[in-house]
């Protein structure tokens, strides 16, 4: 069984930053690869960012250039790193983890409140 327990989300102005924390717990094996959905009231589900174990990284476009996504294997934590910041950003953001065989793992969502 694993565990994600996200962290960091609230309200900010446009093109302010926040920064979101995952800790994932559990029986995590090697080869994982972690990162951040969101969802928006009425639309889908979307990916933001994702990283590889061993680093690789995949941005949504319209993310691309603003936000950050990072690890810390050792802790089994992603972190993502928000930056200029857009009320478009409003979305409930949700860690990922996938986990091998082939196990997706959700955590609860954190809400994050772009508004002057």
């Known amino acids: 069984q694993v565990r994600l327990v996200e962290s960091g989300g609230g309200l900010v102005q446009p093109g302010g930053s926040l920064r979101l924390s995952c800790a994932a717990s559990?029986?995590?094996?090697?080869?994982?690869?972690m990162g951040w959905y969101r969802q928006a009231p009425g639309k889908q589900r979307e990916l933001v960012a994702t990283?590889?174990?061993?680093?690789?990284?995949n941005y949504a476009d319209s993310v691309k250039g603003r936000f950050t996504v990072s690890r810390d294997n050792a802790k089994n934590t992603v972190y993502l790193q928000m930056n200029s910041l857009k009320p478009d950003d409003t979305a409930i953001y949700l860690c990922?983890?996938?986990?091998?065989?082939?196990?997706?793992?959700w955590g609860q969502g954190t809400q994050v409140t772009v508004s002057s």
């Open positions: 990922w983890l996938w986990n091998r065989p082939a196990i997706n793992y």
């Open positions: 559990g029986s995590i094996f090697t080869g994982n690869s």
């Open positions: 990283i590889t174990s061993g680093g690789a990284t």
